[in-house]
């Protein structure tokens, strides 16, 4: 089994590379490669925004007659992803960079502008000095002065991360928190004296009413005590009185109690039935006989009589 991927390969003894014929290829052929946008651009058919590092499937070309210390420059073809139109750019390998051709406009160029602009006074400035020593001189002392205010500066800037350097942060932020509690307690405090000095004054407005309840109150007890009370006076009752009222109740209910007839056919037997029903009341009287006391009430006497009827009966 071969291998996948070959390292040696095999010549054999009568070899000669000189009769493989050779492709005849153009020198300006294209390839499909695949790169990013090397800058922002803004396309002018559209106008649409093509930020730094979109992808693209783009082609690639080698520019003719023209070459920078013998390295090749490169042209490359892509399209506006909105419109579709074509955008040209190439390398740049003096400035490694790249430069816009046509199909857009580069955007954000102020710090390669700035970075020409540099170059360019320094360029002038040598062609100065070349021909004129008092401009050397000059420009000697204003680097001078220059370098001596950078110098100031930097110092300035050195004593004050000094001084932020002694400060304790966290100090500051212990005496803050300090602080707060301190303000907490001292407004706790505060409303605890409010509340105690309106608890104070609510309790003085209570004492004068307080004073004329009490200077009103022995009328009422007078008038209380002028009236009688149901509940005394029957305790005040003698105990024969409501002694002779429990038995009258009792001989109440007794002359409720009717007894049932029963018929007989024998007139023995009738008669023995009149006897008991006459018996009755006979042994009722004997057995609850009704006090004569010289304090009975009027319902005692009523309950009596009563008695005496039935008995008659």
Not at 47 to 60: L, S, V, W
Request: with cysteine; hydrophobic share 30%; charged share 35%.
């Amino acid at each position: 089994m071969s291998e996948r991927k070959v390292l040696n390969k095999y010549y054999p003894p009568d070899f000669d590379p000189s009769k493989i014929p050779k492709l005849k290829l153009p020198k300006d052929r294209q390839y499909v490669v695949r790169l990013m946008a090397p800058f922002n651009m803004r396309c002018k058919t559209c106008g649409e925004y093509i930020y730094k590092g979109k992808k693209f499937n783009a082609r690639k070309e080698t520019v003719q007659n023209e070459a920078y210390l013998g390295l090749s420059i490169f042209r490359f073809y892509i399209k506006c992803t909105r419109c579709l139109a074509e955008i040209t750019f190439k390398t740049d390998p003096e400035n490694t960079d790249y430069t816009m051709e046509h199909g857009a406009t580069r955007n954000f160029q102020a710090e390669k502008l700035l970075e020409e602009e540099e170059k360019r006074v320094q360029k002038e400035r040598e062609d100065e000095e070349l021909n004129n020593p008092m401009k050397v001189l000059e420009n000697r002392t204003k680097d001078s002065k220059l370098e001596m205010e950078v110098l100031a500066n930097l110092q300035e800037l050195k004593d004050l991360n000094q001084r932020q350097a002694h400060v304790d942060f966290e100090a500051m932020l212990r005496q803050h928190r300090l602080s707060q509690e301190q303000w907490r307690q001292q407004q706790e405090e505060e409303d605890e004296l409010e509340t105690a000095a309106l608890l104070q004054e609510a309790h003085h407005r209570r004492l004068p009413d307080d004073s004329d309840s009490e200077d009103e109150a022995p009328p009422s007890r007078l008038q209380a005590a002028a009236r009688p009370n149901p509940a005394t006076s029957l305790h005040k009752v003698p105990k024969t009185k409501r002694k002779a009222e429990a038995l009258c109740g009792k001989a109440q209910l007794a002359g409720l109690v009717v007894p049932k007839k029963v018929k007989t056919e024998a007139k023995g037997g009738s008669e023995q039935v009149k006897v008991s029903a006459a018996g009755a009341p006979e042994n009722r009287k004997t057995a609850n006989p009704t006090p004569q006391t010289s304090g009975a009430s009027s319902l005692s006497q009523l309950g009596a009589y009563r008695d005496s009827e039935d008995s008659d009966n």
